[in-house]
């Protein structure tokens, strides 16, 4: 639950609780920690006096950016995956199962190509199975 747990210089324990860092004293009460918790996993953002703080939204560019990145790594995925798929079929010698994954790793590349890559959170597409 709790990793990186450490005093700071004024003696406040400071926590990473599910990704996200949060200070405290030993004198809180279990109310306060379950209160602290409970704000963390709603996913507001917690400062050490438990009250929320505003999100800043990433820019344009941040988001664009950050979609590309995954974007580009989806597609190694896809191509990865497709690969040895796609040498059966050209040898000729490729099962059933390989044409339907080949099928379907190719569906999942083209969907990949139409994901708005400007959108906050895009829809990306299932990976095949």
Known sequence: MFTDCAYDATGNVVCTYRGMPFQCTENETPEEWAALLGAIDS?????????????VPPTPSEILAANTDTFIGLSKQASVAMTPLLI???LGDATAAETAAAK????Y??????VDLTAFNPDW???PS
């Open 109 to 114: 590349s083209r969907a990949l190509k139409i």
């Open 125 to 127: 597409p299932a990976t």
């Open 88 to 90: 059966s079929l050209q």
């Open 43 to 55: 996913g507001e953002v917690v400062v050490a006096d438990h009250e929320p703080i505003p999100v």
């Open 104 to 107: 379907a790793w190719q569906t």
